[in-house]
């Protein structure tokens, strides 16, 4: 039998219907029939009883069974055996990710990865994009990922993989709304003068939106009255919707995508300070000048791929 069919008995077993057992395994009815009929030749006895319904495992069918678990299981168990020979004295590919991105990069990226690649170890540290960005200069970490400007970073290799809006946000009966309408697309102006009478749900220092935001109130010429300090942007977001004169926040694009339905977006609104959106790069990067690794330039051109 074709190496990669010799375990499809062991969902037949299980399932005691072809039909189930070939949704399974993602192949046709037929191709599973034959495949059973072809290995019950080469025993030269049945394994499955198909007056049945659902089927029934005859005798041999049973020993059979068995005998595939314990093959199976000993050859997984060599399978972990080589792999921890082969990666001995090895240390993992090292990856950090900002925590508030950790979710949307760990289901979108490692599981093809580690398909591909399953030799390779990953650990993953999380963080803030700032300090992500630090331990990937200290060497401590192969690659990192984090929210950068379009500065020039003379320790970094830097590869931008898409491009976020920051917004500024509010609660749409706020008075400096007024009840419009506004949106992503199509954010309300209001004069900086207005803002310094307001306050502002701030992260703290260690996050990146903590500098982005101060630069662009600085630029502005606004200062808050008040801040309240938060370092938790779906908690920010629930603040301001339940009381229209909570506040202020910068808040990047991607919460409202990922996390928050429509209704929630509707009971928002959307101001900016000139006629320039604020956006960022979300990036990944190296140490520059730091040898790069044969499994990390793997993951490099993995990720490269993916947000193509």
Same mark, same amino acid.
């Given at each position: 039998m074709n190496p990669g069919r010799r375990y499809y008995f062991i969902t037949i077993a299980e399932t005691l219907n072809i039909t189930r057992a070939a949704e399974q395994l993602m192949v046709s009815q037929p191709s599973l029939t034959q495949c059973l009929n072809k290995l019950e030749s080469d025993l030269e006895i049945k394994l499955v009883d198909r007056s049945f319904t659902p089927l029934r495992l005859t005798e041999a069918g049973h020993v059979y069974y068995?005998?595939?678990?314990?093959?199976?299981?000993?050859?997984?168990?060599?399978?972990? &055996?080589?792999? =921890?020979? =082969?990666?001995?004295?090895?240390?993992?590919?090292?990856?950090?990710?900002?925590?508030?991105?950790?979710?949307?990069?760990? %289901?979108?990226?490692?599981?093809?990865? &580690?398909?591909?690649?399953?030799?390779?170890?990953?650990?993953?540290?999380?963080?803030?994009? %700032?300090? #992500?960005?630090?331990?990937?200069?200290?060497?401590?970490?192969?690659?990192?990922?984090g929210h950068i400007m379009d500065e020039v970073y003379d320790d970094c290799v830097v590869k931008h993989l898409n491009e976020e809006k920051i917004l500024i946000i509010c609660h749409r009966d706020n008075p400096i709304a007024q009840s419009r309408e506004t949106s992503e697309e199509n954010t309300l102006l209001v004069e900086p003068e207005a803002l310094s009478t307001q306050h502002f749900f701030q992260m703290s220092e260690e996050y990146y939106l903590y500098e982005v935001e101060?630069?662009?109130?600085?630029?502005?010429?606004?200062?808050?009255?008040?801040?309240?300090?938060?370092?938790?942007?779906?908690?920010?977001? &629930?603040?301001?919707?339940?009381?229209?004169?909570?506040?202020?926040?910068?808040?990047?694009?991607? #919460?409202?995508?990922?996390?928050?339905? %429509?209704? #929630? %977006?509707? =009971?928002?609104?959307?101001i900016r300070l000139d006629r320039q959106d604020i956006s960022w790069h979300f990036s990944m990067f190296r140490r520059r000048g730091q040898a790069v690794s044969k499994v990390a330039r793997l993951f490099w051109n993995s990720v490269d791929r993916a947000y193509k």
């Open positions: 068995d005998y595939l678990l314990k093959q199976r299981s000993a050859e997984e168990a060599l399978n972990a &055996s080589l792999k =921890r020979l =082969r990666c001995k004295g090895r240390r993992p590919l090292m990856i950090g990710i900002p925590l508030q991105k950790s979710h949307e990069l760990i %289901s979108r990226l490692l599981p093809d990865f &580690s398909k591909e690649h399953p030799e390779v170890e990953v650990a993953i540290w999380e963080g803030t994009s %700032s300090t #992500v960005r630090e331990r990937v200069i200290k060497g401590e970490l192969d690659i990192g990922f101060a630069k662009h109130l600085k630029a502005h010429g606004v200062t808050p009255r008040s801040r309240t300090v938060m370092s938790n942007l779906h908690a920010i977001i &629930s603040t301001i919707i339940a009381d229209p004169a909570s506040g202020f926040a910068y808040m990047p694009d991607y #919460v409202m995508h990922e996390a928050w339905p %429509s209704s #929630v %977006s509707d =009971r928002l609104a959307y």
